[in-house]
């Protein structure tokens, strides 16, 4: 059975063949530029750890998979790496292509590729706009991917996108990838409160749904709420729904460590320190080092 027919998964407005692109109304997509703040807005914790992980290892090429509005690529481009930055969201891609365009008397940002492509087709949509890439590093932040749900209960879907990242890194290469406290959200029915990315200006609420199905949890929904009622331009609240597969910490991990076929080296961090020292953390972000064959 499908989350869809127990309960809508999608804000108000968005079609049904649009599941996969849960910002394709444009509402939530007007929203997250609120809730994230600009890039100057960034945690200073994720800037240092995200940038000093990737000059450590010695990354110069990125690739941004879920670039979203490009807060993160940009933040990249401003610490002088060179970025790709692709969405499945072209509502989103707007928004990253409207900052580009904002930049563009900046050197670093004329050379910042943003285009849309597939995680279940990566490979051959990056070889479509630049034959023969490969890259240092790929990120995929924010709880990301998370968005992609069990279509058919057996993750066969969420592996294949996993294999496509380790397949477009270089030998040595990075992939960061996070994903919510979700142990902690399907035991408390709730989100933690404290953000390690965004620092909205706004009070923001957020509702937790969680949805289990032949007693195993397959969906969380996160009803967010945003009151930017002194805002000039807007003068209400704003409301949407974003749906979650409920990713377990012990199952993410073997899932990612089959995609690279068991030989790469694999590190774990709570709300970017050592994974000991977070008693119980809003996210987990894991660092996975392509052996260099």
């Known amino acids: 059975m499908s989350a869809d027919k127990v309960f809508h998964s999608r804000s108000q407005g968005i079609p049904s063949e649009g599941v996969k692109d ?12 609120k809730y994230i703040g600009d890039s100057n807005q960034r945690t200073k914790n994720y800037r240092d750890f995200l940038s000093g992980l990737l000059r450590k290892h010695g990354c110069e090429r990125v690739l941004d998979v879920a670039c979203g509005t490009g807060i993160d690529s940009m933040m990249l481009l401003d610490e002088g790496f060179k970025v790709v930055s692709v ?42 706009f630049l034959p023969g890439e490969s890259f240092d590093a790929v990120i995929c932040l924010g709880n990301s991917f ?70 195993k949890p397959e969906l969380v929904a996160l009803d967010y709420c945003i009151d930017a009622a002194e805002d000039e331009l807007n003068t209400e609240k704003s409301e949407f729904r974003l749906c979650y597969y409920p990713h377990k910490l012990d199952s993410f991990t073997r899932m990612l460590e089959e995609a690279f076929d068991g030989r790469a080296t694999h590190r774990i961090f709570a709300d970017f320190q050592p994974l000991a020292q977070v008693r119980e953390p809003a996210y987990y972000i894991h660092v996975m080092q392509k052996a260099m064959d």
């Open 87 to 128: 969405d499945a969201s072209d509502k989103m891609l707007k928004h990253a292509l409207k900052a580009r365009w904002e930049k563009r008397k900046d050197p670093r940002y004329d050379e910042w590729v943003i285009e849309e492509a597939s995680w279940e087709t990566l490979p051959q949509d990056v070889q479509a």
């Open 22 to 33: 849960q910002y394709a109304d444009g509402k939530a997509a007007r929203v997250w530029k």
């Open 146 to 215: 998370a968005h992609l749900l069990d279509e058919y209960e057996d993750q066969r879907t969420q592996k294949m996108c996993l294999r496509n990242f380790a397949k477009v890194l270089k030998p040595g290469g990075l992939l960061l990838i996070d994903h919510r406290n979700y142990d902690a959200m399907i035991d408390s029915g709730a989100t933690p409160g404290h953000s390690i990315y965004y620092n909205c200006r706004y009070p923001v609420d957020i509702k937790t749904s969680v949805l289990v199905v032949r007693g």
